[in-house]
C-alpha cells in the first residue's frame, strides 16, 4: 500500500510538471503576442508554478524520509530479532551444557538427580545460579565419597569371593586329587591281591609232597594231598575241579556261611574269598547234598568260569566234575543247569534250592530232583535217585537282582 501512494504521488508531480510546462508555452505565446501588455502576467503565474514545484518537491522528501524512516525501522526490527535468535541459541547451548553436565554428575552419583539444579552464569556472578553449583559441587563431592566408598565395598567383596572361590577350588582340586589317589591306590591294591590271589591258588598241589608208596586204590593221590593241606587249615574238607575250567580250589567249611566270603584258604582276608561247603553239611555222618558256594571274580579265580556252562556245547563236552574228600575220590555228572536268585521270604510257591542240604525222606529228596529237572537250560538226559549223592555248584550272576547261576550234578561209579 506504501508503495502505490508513492506512486500515485509521483505521477501527480510529473502531471503538475507536464500542466506547469504547457502553461509556460503557453505564457511565452501569449509573450508574443502581447508582449508589452501580458509580462505581468506571465511572471505572475510562472510565480505561482514555482510555489507548486517547490510544494511538489517538499513532498517528494518527505515522502523519501518516510521511506528511509520505514527502511530503518524494518532494519531495527531484524536486528532485534537476530538478538532474540542469538539469546535463545545461546541459552540453548548453555542449557545443553548444563544437561551435559548433569549426565555426567548421574553418571558419577549413580542416578542421583542433583546435577539437574547446576545453572551456568557467564559472568560468574553470585547469584542463585552459583549457589546451586556451589551445593551440586558439594552433593557431588559427597557422592562421589560414597562411590569410592562403594567401589571399594565391591573390590573387597570381589577379593572375598575370589578367596572363596579358590578356596573352593582348591577343595574341589583336592578332592579331585583325592579320589584320584584313591582310584591308582585301589586299582594297585586290587591288581596286587588279585595277583596275590592268584599266586596263593597257584599249584597248590603241585608243591604239597607226599610219600609215592602212601598211594593206595582206597587212598588217591590227592587224597593224600588233601590230608597234608589240612594240617594248615582243619577248615579244608575237600578239593574242587571243575575240567574244562580254570576250577581247581580246596573247599573250606566254617561256623557260618560268611567268613570265607572274605577269607582265602589260610584264613588270611582275600577279597576274592574261597569256595566253602554250606555249614548245615554233615561232615561225620553225610548229607544228601554237597552245596558249595563261590564267588565269581574278573580275574577269572573261583566260579568266574563256571557260567562257560550258559553254553549248551560247552556243557556237551565237560558233562564231568571231581570233588575230593578225606573219604572218597569220585566224579559227579551234571545232571541241571540252571538260573535263579534269592527269594524273598514272603514269595511262594518258588524253588529255593540253597535250603537243600540233606533230604528228611524220598518226597523231598525226589521234589528237589525233579525242581532241577525242571529248572534246567538243557535236557542233559541224566536224572538221580534217592540215595544218589548230590553236589550243587552255587555262584552268582548279574542279569537279575540276587541272581544266580546253579550247577547240580550226581556222583557216579567208575
Not at 517538499?58 to 525501522?73: I, L, P, Y
Not at 545460579?129 to 558439594?138: E, R, T, Y
Not at 577269572?300 to 571231581?322: A, P, V
Request: aromatic share 8%; charged share 35%.
Amino acid at each position: 500500500m506504501e508503495k502505490k501512494s508513492n506512486k500515485t504521488n509521483n505521477n501527480s508531480l510529473k502531471d503538475k510538471k507536464v500542466k506547469s510546462n504547457t502553461n509556460i508555452k503557453k505564457v511565452e505565446t501569449d509573450k508574443k503576442k502581447n508582449p508589452a501588455n501580458k509580462k505581468t502576467e506571465t511572471s505572475k503565474e510562472v510565480n505561482s508554478i514555482n510555489k507548486k514545484v517547490g510544494q511538489n518537491k517538499k513532498v517528494n522528501s518527505a515522502n523519501k524520509k518516510a521511506e528511509t524512516s520505514k527502511k530503518v525501522n524494518s532494519i531495527n526490527k531484524k536486528m532485534e530479532q537476530d538478538k532474540k535468535v542469538n539469546a535463545t541459541s545461546k541459552k540453548v547451548e548453555t542449557n545443553k551444557k548444563i544437561n551435559d553436565t548433569s549426565k555426567k554428575l548421574e553418571t558419577n552419583k549413580k542416578g542421583n538427580t542433583t546435577g539437574k539444579k547446576l545453572k551456568v552464569n557467564k559472568n560468574s556472578k553470585t547469584t542463585n545460579k552459583d549457589v546451586d553449583l556451589k551445593k551440586g559441587k558439594k552433593t557431588d563431592k559427597k557422592d562421589l565419597a560414597n562411590t569410592n566408598l562403594a567401589d571399594k565395598k565391591n573390590k573387597i567383596n570381589k577379593e572375598e569371593s575370589n578367596k572363596k572361590k579358590k578356596i573352593i577350588l582348591t577343595i574341589l582340586m583336592s578332592i579331585l586329587i583325592v579320589i584320584a589317589v584313591s582310584g591308582i591306590i585301589y586299582i594297585s591294591y586290587y591288581t596286587i591281591t588279585s595277583f596275590k590271589d592268584k599266586r596263593d591258588y597257584a599249584d597248590i598241589l603241585s608243591n604239597i609232597e607226599i610219600n609215592k608208596d602212601d598211594i593206595k586204590e582206597e587212598k588217591t593221590e590227592r587224597m593224600l594231598q588233601l590230608e597234608e593241606l589240612q594240617k594248615e587249615n582243619d577248615e579244608i574238607i575237600g578239593w574242587l575241579e571243575v575240567e574244562g575250567t580254570d576250577i581247581s580250589y580246596p573247599v573250606t567249611q566254617a561256623k557260618d556261611n560268611d567268613f570265607y566270603l572274605t577269607h582265602n584258604y589260610k584264613k588270611e582276608y582275600s577279597k576274592a574269598g574261597c569256595l566253602f561247603l554250606d555249614k548245615d553239611f554233615d561232615m561225620i555222618n553225610g548229607s544228601s547234598n554237597y552245596l558249595i558256594y563261590g564267588h565269581r571274580n574278573k580275574n577269572g579265580i573261583m566260579f568266574e568260569s563256571l557260567l562257560k556252562y550258559s553254553k549248551e556245547d560247552f556243557y556237551k563236552e565237560h558233562t564231568k566234575i571231581r570233588f575230593t574228600t578225606n573219604k572218597d575220590d569220585s566224579k559227579y555228572e551234571i545232571m541241571s543247569i540252571f538260573y535263579s536268585r534269592v527269594y524273598y521270604q514272603s514269595e511262594q510257591n518258588v524253588f529255593r534250592y540253597y535250603y537243600f542240604v540233606n533230604a528228611e525222606n524220598e518226597e523231598e529228596y525226589n521234589e528237589y530232583v525233579n525242581n532241577c529237572k525242571n529248572a534246567s537250560i538243557f535236557d542233559t538226559g541224566v536224572t538221580a535217585t534217592y540215595g544218589d549223592q548230590l553236589l550243587t555248584l552255587s555262584t552268582c550272576e548279574y542279569s537279575q537282582e540276587d541272581g544266580r547261576f546253579v550247577i547240580v550234578a550226581k556222583k557216579v561209579e567208575e
